[in-house]
């Protein structure tokens, strides 16, 4: 079955630690997403990436870094920058944002990163 | 800038009872996208109902409805019937139609518990 992975399911980082969440899809997306969800918050965007080698911040990328060397991947890097990177992470991925269709998600079952 | 506002931090119902969601949106574009997802105590957002700026008729899917009203700019949801496997944090979402850039905001969330 077609879909996105994610991991690991649940990461604990030392304080000035970078750890890389993974994700992973195989439904032939083109564009890739990772949001950060906090308590009360919504889900807010963090990077996206449109083909492979390119990718552009969204409204929170402070402290977060990705790439896109594959079709499949994008994975995420959070920096020991990022203040406060306790929160659960998700990837999602849809079909091309070329033809002004927006079309819906398909989202990973994320990751809980801790700070410990 | 889009936004997205759900006021309903937390809906609690009792079996069986109809509940509405509700949502109103903010864009400056002519074409746009509304989106319901639903996120389970699991995590992974689950796609419910897309609907383009251009068609304002109302939609039914079993116990699910949707009310999209231009005018007031509202795309709420309601469960019929509401059952216990219902509770589940409910996101309302917006994009906007433009080739190479249609990147989904997020409501903040309903939380809708049904007890049984």
């Known amino acids: 079955d077609g879909g996105i992975t994610q991991s690991p399911k649940y990461l604990f980082r030392k304080e000035g630690q970078n750890v890389t969440l993974s994700c992973e899809q195989n439904?032939?997306?083109?564009?890739m997403y990772w949001y950060r969800q906090d308590p009360g918050q919504g889900l807010r965007l963090i990077y996206y990436s449109q083909i492979v080698n390119d990718f552009q911040k969204g409204d929170i990328a402070e402290g977060y870094s990705v790439s896109r060397e594959k079709k499949e991947s994008f994975p995420l890097t959070v920096t020991s920058a990022q203040k406060n990177p306790t929160a659960f992470y998700l990837c999602?991925?849809?079909?091309?944002?070329?033809?002004?269709?927006?079309?819906?998600?398909?989202f990973g079952s994320g990751t809980r990163l801790t700070v410990v | 800038a889009q936004k997205v506002t759900q006021a309903q931090t937390e809906i609690s119902v009792v079996e069986k009872e109809d509940v509405t969601l509700d949502c109103v949106y903010e864009t400056r574009d002519t074409t746009y996208y509304l989106f319901w997802y639903k996120q389970p105590p699991s995590g992974e957002l689950v796609f419910l109902i897309r609907r383009n700026s251009f068609d304002e008729q109302n939609e039914i899917s079993g116990r699910y409805s949707w009310n999209f009203q231009k005018s007031t700019s509202s795309f709420n949801f309601t469960i019929t019937a509401s059952q216990v496997v219902d509770s589940a944090v409910y996101f309302c979402a917006l994009s906007e139609a433009r080739p190479g850039y249609s990147t989904l905001t997020f409501g903040k969330g309903t939380m809708l518990l049904v007890s049984p």
């Open positions: 999602a991925s849809s079909k091309s944002l070329d033809t002004g269709v927006a079309y819906g998600y398909t």
């Open positions: 439904l032939n997306h083109d564009a």
